[in-house]
């Protein structure tokens, strides 16, 4: 009967728009949930009871006002506290209001770090083409320092200072964009 009324339900929304959501938003909800579970093999678990819920009331979550990571925090709350109660004789056992606490602030870092997240993308864009292509080689395709150096045709402590200006010119840039209580 659940598998009916799931068919049924998702009728009236979009799947592609569910999975286009989910993927976006899948680590998020995994980092969420893994402050409120003590082990990566739970938080997995959770995570996939998560998805399965977060599917089945797709078509109740409101797609024109509706935050979806917001709301997925909340159906993860749940689901994790469900986990919880579940595991009862568990070695480690966290307080309610410990976890609640931890989950008020983890969901409340998610839009600063969204925030951050942007403002480093747009200080990006300010930098040289050749800054770019460093920090591009570097930290997207993972070279080493060594390596870095032998395609620029620089020495490894050359790369080394370049990298370290950029990223203090980053973090101020981002700082500066960041409101004062917002700022690390």
């Known amino acids: 009967m659940r598998a009916v009324s799931s068919k049924v339900k998702m009728e009236s929304a979009n799947p592609r728009e569910f999975i286009r959501l989910l993927m976006e938003n899948e680590r998020r909800i995994y980092a969420y949930i893994r ?3 003590g082990n990566n093999a739970d938080a997995e678990d959770v995570l996939q009871e998560t998805s399965i819920t977060l599917w089945d009331k797709f078509s109740e979550f409101d797609h024109a006002n509706g935050n979806f990571i917001a709301w997925s925090f909340k159906v993860a709350y749940f689901t994790a506290q ?3 109660r579940k595991q009862g004789r568990a070695r480690v056992h966290f307080s309610d209001s410990l976890v609640e606490s931890i989950a008020d602030k983890t969901s409340k870092m998610v839009s600063l770090l969204d925030q ?3 403002l480093l993308a ?3 864009e300010k930098l040289s083409d050749g800054e770019r292509k460093l920090l591009q080689l570097r930290y997207e395709m993972g070279a080493s320092v ?3 150096a032998a395609d620029s045709g620089r020495s490894i402590q050359a790369i080394y200072k ?3 200006r950029m990223r203090t010119a980053l973090f101020d840039c981002v700082n500066r964009g960041m ?3 917002e700022q690390a």
């Open 122 to 124: 747009a200080c990006i």
């Open 162 to 164: 370049a990298l370290s």
């Open 179 to 181: 409101s004062p209580e």
């Open 82 to 84: 469900n986990h919880r």
């Open 116 to 118: 951050r997240r942007e």
């Open 146 to 148: 060594e390596t870095a």
């Open 35 to 37: 402050t409120l579970i």
